[in-house]
């Protein structure tokens, strides 16, 4: 990412440096071309949401607890959004999700979310999910 930042930064500078030197005309083009590319270079980056969630969770390390780390990653999931999975770890990286949920991916991805937060070892899934879903 860091990377990205630097080739966009370099062109900005060159293209500023090349705006000063050249004709309005070629100004306008060059105004184009650098809206076109910090358009493309936006559009290559990883939405902020898909990101924030296991950013979130290993970047703080032992600063929060086991269950705060699960939390986050399940409060940031898009597909969880609108549910009520509540968090409890234990002894040994064990943790407990309980609460409803709409549907079984959705309890799924709940599950799933929880086995591969750093430090989780063990995962006891009480979700309630309505029948038929």
Known sequence: MWRKILVVSVFVLIVGGSLALSKSSDAEVLTRVGRTTAEQVTGAMPDRSAVAGPLASVQVGDLIGLD??????LKTDAALANTNVVVSSGEGG????TGKVDTAAQR???VMLAQTTTGVKKVEPEI???EGK
């Not at 064990?94 to 999700?97: A, N, Q, S, T, Y």
């Open 68 to 73: 705060d780390k699960v939390r986050v990653r």
């Open 94 to 97: 064990v943790v407990k999700l």
């Open 108 to 110: 799924e991805r709940a």
């Open 128 to 130: 309630a999910v309505p």
